[in-house]
């Protein structure tokens, strides 16, 4: 799975490579990418390193090699190394935004739907879309073929999905590394919820929205960690939490 900049990036630098037969330089991948700084460059290169699609060359300044382009792209005859760049659909790409009805500047918000997947077994089946950050923000990961099955009684109204909780900043909301937490899709969320919150169309991370003035703090429920602050432009909300469940 990759993330959408995680895509734009493979793309831009095998692209580079064959027409060039060297590696860009961080500097060129940053404004390629319309990034503000290079620590976005090597945290999208360290994950694309650890998903196996590139590797560094030691002792070898700009080095980089590809070492797969996603399969799924590739008509069968067409090596990994000629293949032209294809559309981001038709890749195995990951949207920043959750759910099966993106709601991110729609204007609108499901608060009059029933609740998404329900069915007459008293059980809904709901997406899991891989692993959200409760601790430092991760870039969103999500994975459309894996569901879970949730009571009704567990759901609001409107779209919902499922998360898996990384870290422990939430700890003292009761939320622990490894705990599905379920998420109302939705824009808006009053202060002192719990949201999923997408920073800079990036990464995707859970805590506590306040809102204060033209700042939007994203707070953790553990001292260990720092409340983060940004302008109002920054973060989104994708979804409210509506229910945790833990297995032992």
């Known amino acids: 799975m990759l993330t959408k900049k995680q895509h734009e990036l493979l793309m831009y630098i095998h692209t580079y ?8 330089s961080f500097d ?3 404004e390629a990418l319309d990034l503000k700084s290079k620590s976005g460059i090597h945290r999208l290169i360290t994950g694309l390193t650890e998903r196996g699609f590139i590797r560094r060359l030691p002792h070898r300044a700009r080095a980089l090699e590809i070492l797969k382009l996603p399969d799924a792209v590739l008509p069968v005859g067409i090596s990994k190394r000629t293949s032209k760049i294809s559309p981001a659909s038709e890749f195995n790409v990951v949207q920043a935004n959750f759910g099966h009805k993106p709601q991110i500047g729609s204007g609108a918000d499901n608060t009059s739907a029933p609740p998404s997947g329900s069915s007459d077994n008293g059980m809904a089946s709901l997406p899991l879309y891989g692993r959200i950050a409760a601790g430092t923000a991760i870039e969103a990961l999500a994975d459309p073929t894996s569901f879970v099955d949730v009571p009704n009684g567990m759901l609001a109204s409107g779209v ?3 998360l898996e909780v990384a870290g422990d900043s939430m700890i003292d909301a009761g939320i622990h590394d490894g705990d599905t937490v379920i998420i109302r899709e939705s824009k808006i969320a009053e202060n002192g919820s719990i949201v999923v919150a997408l920073i800079d169309d990036q990464e995707a991370t859970l805590k506590r929205l306040r809102r204060k003035g033209n700042t939007v703090a994203l707070e953790a429920a553990n001292p260990d960690y720092e409340t983060r602050i940004f302008g109002p432009d920054r973060v989104k909300v994708q979804g409210q939490l509506v229910g945790l469940f833990r297995k032992y």
């Open 17 to 24: 490579l064959e027409q060039k037969g060297v590696c860009p």
């Open 28 to 30: 060129e991948m940053k």
């Open 160 to 162: 919902h999905y499922c």
